[in-house]
């Protein structure tokens, strides 16, 4: 069986995000919101709170004003227009 390395987000300071946990953060900041999302992964929420970009309530899991401003400084990913 071969297994393809996850792709990584970059981060600051050099540390990057694996796209698991990019899309979990990007849900986490969809939930806060008020918006429906479908789920957020575990093990990646728990690594996101280890980064200080996620926190663990009573509620479920929640974006931290790290995680708020980590996406506000990231360039938003867009599909190309092709010219139109």
């Known amino acids: 069986m071969c297994v393809r390395p996850r792709a990584q987000a970059p981060l600051v300071n050099g ?3 694996s796209a698991g946990q990019a899309a979990a953060l990007e849900n986490l900041r969809r ?3 008020g918006e429906t999302v479908d789920w957020i992964n575990i093990a990646d929420a728990r690594a996101l709170t280890e980064l200080g970009m996620a926190e663990r309530t ?3 899991w929640v974006i931290t004003a790290a995680g708020i401003a980590l996406l506000a400084s990231r360039k ?4 190309p227009d092709n010219g139109r």
């Open 58 to 60: 009573r509620e479920g």
């Open 15 to 17: 540390m990057t995000l």
């Open 31 to 33: 939930k806060q919101s």
């Open 76 to 79: 938003p990913l867009r599909a």
